[in-house]
């Protein structure tokens, strides 16, 4: 997103006087966050620290499904930010 488009929408989230300045930081990072199409993409290191768990663990989770991984390079892979956390706050079963 552009800098100028970030400073309108911070400008106009700062005028509404329901919007704590909290509010307003999480929606500007959330405008400058990096993503591929509209959903952000993290690296296997990041997802299986988010998640706490080892690498053939994250595999085992891809491969039935829980989570998409995209093959960046045959090297690395990629996870979607949002699937990673929704798993990680999900009760375990």
């Known amino acids: 997103m552009k800098e100028a488009t970030i400073t309108a929408i911070e400008m106009l989230a700062k005028s509404d006087p329901e919007a704590t300045p909290e509010l307003v930081r999480a929606i500007?990072?959330?405008?400058?966050?990096?993503?591929?199409?509209?959903?952000?993409?993290?690296?296997?290191?990041?997802?299986m620290a988010i998640l706490g768990i080892s690498r053939p663990t994250l595999r085992g989770l891809a491969k039935s499904g829980k989570l998409h991984q995209v093959q960046a390079t045959p090297r690395k892979t990629r996870f979607f930010l949002d699937e990673v956390e929704a798993l990680a706050a999900a009760p375990a079963v």
């Open 28 to 47: 500007v990072r959330t405008c400058k966050t990096p993503t591929l199409g509209r959903r952000q993409m993290i690296p296997a290191k990041e997802a």
